[in-house]
């Protein structure tokens, strides 16, 4: 399945740019995955080759952006099963105005996302399955979203904006007793603040509040009982922020922050406390060569005790940490199509009170990038 959509994802690309001027770079990497199901120890999780393909192009005007992006992950047969294609499409309209005397800029964007991949169970290593029905597709989804976003820069050195946003995700539709609908809807509010600090650091914090509404799935109780009767919502508070500076003209550095609390209604099966810290470093060479590596912290704290199901889009608190570095360096190709060698390596750690949960997982690639510009 995932071929075609490649395929189809080629064909878009290839009539953007002969149809409109449009921005487009190609890549393909040949990588390997030495647990591409996230497997415990305890599985003899499989390794595989991996071949990364990915496609983005661009069109832009002054008021007006369109983009689109297409992921594909194709793996060696033994380990195909863990195959992804993820497809981003999405048109902006940005103008600038003058607001109570102030510079302001709104810009309204919509965005369609299509992720594909076959579900893989945790807990065997085996394709997943309910009440004996093979749901491979379960986690496979559409999904819609429109936010509109206004900035007012109250001075020179801070900036304030209130952002609305709507989103839509459909997942794959199964008709099997006891199995939930994962479907819902979700209104969002984010007000955020950019302070610049001096011309080499910035600050800037968010703060959201949104509601989501599955279409028909229903509350828990604590010992993870369905309750009858009952339509499940989440309430989400969240708080982002993140400190950018340029340490020199070649090295600029990031420091991030998140965290959110999910409440969900009834006995509060589905509530989560989650917080991420992450550190980044960008070292820009000169014009052909960029190096970039990072460190993630992640802690996903379920506030219950129950036995989790997986089929349920739950799982069990998880800590985890990842580190990643990559590199990308411009080669002399063909006059007009800029290339750059790419390579990179990624390493996860999970751990959790659920055993199942608990896992490490290596990927790294190298391969080419190239431009295709108007």
């Known amino acids: 399945m995932q071929k075609n959509h490649l395929w189809l994802a080629i064909a878009?690309?290839?009539?953007?740019?002969?149809?409109?001027?449009?921005?487009?770079?190609?890549?393909?990497?040949?990588?390997?995955?030495?647990?591409?199901?996230?497997?415990?120890?305890?599985?003899?999780?499989?390794?595989?080759?991996?071949?990364?393909?990915?496609?983005?192009?661009?069109?832009?005007?002054?008021?007006?952006?369109?983009?689109?992006?297409?992921?594909?992950?194709?793996?060696?047969?033994?380990?195909?099963?863990?195959?992804?294609?993820?497809?981003?499409l999405d048109g902006r309209y940005k103008t600038k105005y003058e607001l109570a005397g102030k510079e302001a800029v709104s810009q309204v964007k919509v965005k369609y996302t299509h992720k594909d991949k076959t579900y893989v169970a945790r807990s065997t290593g085996l394709i997943a399955t309910d009440s004996g029905n093979n749901i491979s597709d379960r986690y496979d989804y559409d999904s819609w979203a429109v936010d509109a976003k206004t900035t007012v820069s109250l001075t020179k050195v801070l900036k304030v904006g209130l952002q609305l946003e709507y989103k839509n995700k459909d997942y794959e539709d199964y008709n099997i007793a006891g199995l939930s609908d994962l479907d819902y809807d979700q209104i969002g509010l984010t007000n955020d603040w950019e302070y610049k600090i001096d011309r080499q650091s910035q600050f800037l914090l968010a703060l959201n509040v949104a509601k989501r509404d599955f279409d028909n799935k229903r509350e828990k109780d604590l010992l993870g009982n369905k309750i009858a009767g009952t339509d499940l919502e989440y309430d989400y508070w969240s708080i982002a922020a993140a400190y950018d500076r340029d340490i020199t003209k070649k090295l600029e550095a990031s420091l991030q922050y998140v965290y959110e609390e999910r409440r969900g209604s009834g006995d509060g099966y589905y509530d989560i406390d989650y917080s991420r810290a992450s550190a980044k470093l960008r070292y820009k060479a000169d014009d052909s060569l960029k190096i970039t590596g990072g460190i993630t912290y992640q802690d996903r704290e379920y506030l219950n005790n129950a036995a989790f199901d997986e089929n349920d889009d739950a799982s069990p608190s998880t800590e985890s940490y990842t580190i990643d570095l990559g590199v990308e360096k411009r080669i002399a190709f063909a006059s007009g199509f800029p290339t750059s060698v790419i390579a990179g390596i990624r390493y996860d750690d999970y751990d959790s009170i659920d055993p199942v949960y608990e896992y490490e997982r290596t990927q790294v690639y190298a391969g080419l990038k190239i431009g295709f510009g108007r």
């Open 12 to 88: 878009i690309s290839a009539y953007s740019v002969s149809a409109i001027a449009v921005d487009l770079t190609a890549e393909i990497a040949p990588g390997y995955d030495d647990n591409p199901f996230r497997l415990a120890d305890s599985l003899d999780p499989d390794s595989g080759l991996f071949l990364n393909t990915k496609v983005k192009l661009e069109h832009k005007t002054d008021k007006i952006r369109l983009r689109g992006r297409f992921d594909n992950r194709a793996y060696e047969g033994a380990v195909d099963d863990a195959d992804t294609f993820t497809a981003k």
